[in-house]
Antibody, heavy 119, light 108 residues
Framework: EVQLVQSGAEVKKAGESLKISCQGS????????IGWVRQMSGKGLEWMGA????????RYSPSFQGQVTISADKSISTAFLQWSSLKASDTAMYYC????????????WGQGTMVIVSS | SYVLTQPPSVSVAPGKTARITCERN??????VHWYQQKAGQAPVLVVH???ERPSGIPERFSGSNSGNTATLTISRVEAGDEADYYC???????????FGGGTKLTVL
């Protein structure tokens, strides 16, 4: 079964760093974009950015550029989203999702990683 | 601009038809996808490439896209369709993906 499995929930303090992961299985990881999506409590989906593991091309939403870093290690079929200094406003659910071409839909989603940042 | 505008909420009685819109200037020239997100769950793709249904999605779900409006239509609405629905597209001019603000579908 094709799936994306995300790392577990995190509880951190403001100012701490964090790296969460998204591991793909049962498909050719390097041939699909992995996007990251934020969902704050009671709010909508926000596209943060995406990476193409095949050549490490990365695109960031202007709203998240400079706030997070997206990376991937295709040798372990895993994409990452990281923060160098968390803020309370980073508290949210984060999803990863794959799509094969830019114009394609995100057909497989991870289960989500809840990040809670206390001030 | 890559803003996609959806109505915050749509209400419909069981068995009736729900239509959820997604508006943007000349959206008909883009490829639109729709996702369903039930409470506490990850989003699920219900319509892609404007009007195609992924495997496993009931025929009651359909889509269209023309002019300045893309529409997700849910026929014979059931209680289990109650969820938030999001449109999405890839904006080629900015090379960015974007979601609509989401629409909460309430089944009366």
């Amino acid at each position: 079964e094709v799936q994306l499995v995300q790392s577990g929930a995190e509880v951190k303090k403001a100012g701490e760093s964090l790296k969460i992961s998204c591991q793909g299985s049962e498909y050719t990881f390097r041939k699909y974009w992995i996007g990251w999506v934020r969902q704050m409590s009671g709010k909508g989906l926000e596209w943060m950015g995406a990476i193409y593991p095949g050549d490490s091309e990365i695109r960031y939403s202007p709203s998240f550029q400079g706030q997070v870093t997206i990376s991937a290690d295709k040798s372990i079929s895993t994409a990452f989203l990281q923060w160098s200094s968390l803020k309370a406003s980073d508290t949210a659910m984060y999803y990863c999702a794959r799509n094969q071409e830019r114009v394609d839909a995100s057909d497989i989603w991870g289960q989500g990683t809840m990040v809670i940042v206390s001030s | 601009s890559y803003v996609l505008t959806q109505p915050p909420s749509v209400s419909v009685a069981p068995g009736k038809t729900a239509r959820i819109t997604c508006e943007r200037n000349n959206i008909g020239s883009k490829t639109v996808h729709w996702y369903q997100q039930k409470a506490g769950q990850a989003p699920v793709l219900v319509v892609h490439y404007d009007s195609e249904r992924p495997s496993g999605i009931p025929e009651r779900f359909s889509g269209s896209n023309s002019g300045n409006t893309a529409t997700l239509t849910i026929s014979r609405v059931e209680a289990g369709d109650e969820a938030d629905y999001y449109c999405q597209l890839w904006d080629s001019s900015s090379d960015l993906w974007v979601f609509g603000g989401g629409t909460k579908l309430t089944v009366l």
